[in-house]
């Protein structure tokens, strides 16, 4: 039992990291297409501290997403400047973004 939660948990993180990755190319990506992008810091205290870690992007439409960042992967961070905005009081949970139709917004590309 505990083996299967183990390779449970290493599987959560390692989907984790690779989302943060992702996240972290998209903003590079955002930035080089001259959109406000960056990091910044949650300023929710109730977080723990080591997750207030957050990456931002403001799509071509106004969208604005983000996404917290594991203390495991801050060294994806390192390249990225200062977000110079502030988070838009939206949840993606609450508003969800699929990665292709993020990917096209970013693009300006109307998907139907």
């Known amino acids: 039992m505990m083996k299967a939660l183990k390779e449970a948990r290493a599987r959560t993180e390692r989907a984790y990291s690779e989302r943060n990755f992702a996240a972290a190319i998209i903003v590079t990506l955002a930035l080089k297409m001259g959109l406000k992008a960056g990091q ?64 096209a917004k970013l693009l300006g590309v109307e998907v139907k």
């Open 40 to 103: 910044g810091l949650d300023d929710n205290e109730g977080w723990d501290s080591e997750w207030r870690h957050v990456l931002y992007v403001e799509l071509p439409d106004g969208t604005q997403v983000s996404w917290h960042i594991a203390p495991a992967d801050l060294v994806l961070l390192l390249p990225i400047p200062a977000y110079e905005g502030v988070w838009d009081g939206k949840f993606m949970s609450r508003d969800p973004v699929s990665g292709a139709s993020l990917i």
